[in-house]
């Protein structure tokens, strides 16, 4: 085994969840294909590449999923989203509409900020601190 293909978030709408990843985030639409039951198959996934961890953005279904939908992580910070150059990133995001729950701040380990995504699910937006193990 040699990577994490795929993490699913459970969302409440495909369409909703779709024009937050792709438009506030930036991620971009690498799959949308209904399926049988009625659901889709549904993946962004940040970057150009076709390289790395993608989303699978999953309708609920049932109570027992719809509850989780924004809480998956139980309040934790649940994503990681790695950057480049956090300055303009966190100014995109903020001008998108995104929220943030704190102010920008240095760590040992880089710059970050916590989000929330449209559901309530806790990101961080990091720029890690360079070093020949950090790929960015």
């Not at 506030?24 to 949308?32: K, Q, T």
């Not at 549904?42 to 049932?62: C, D, S, Y």
């Amino acid at each position: 085994m040699s990577r994490i293909a795929l993490v699913t978030l459970v969302v409440d709408d495909y369409d909703e969840a779709i024009a937050f990843y792709t438009g506030a985030l930036g991620f971009r639409l690498a799959e949308d294909t209904p399926r049988p039951d009625g659901s889709r198959w549904v993946v962004v996934r940040p970057g150009t590449g076709t390289g790395g961890t993608a989303l699978l953005l999953a309708r609920a279904k049932g109570e027992a999923q719809r509850a989780r939908i924004g809480d998956q992580t139980g309040g934790r910070v649940g994503f990681f989203l790695h950057t480049g150059d956090f300055a303009r990133d966190h100014a995109r995001l903020r001008a998108a509409g995104v929220t943030f729950l704190e102010e920008p701040r240095h760590e040992p380990y880089g710059t970050v900020a916590v989000f929330q995504d449209l559901y309530g699910n806790r990101w961080d937006l990091l720029q890690p601190t360079p070093d020949e193990d950090t790929p960015v």
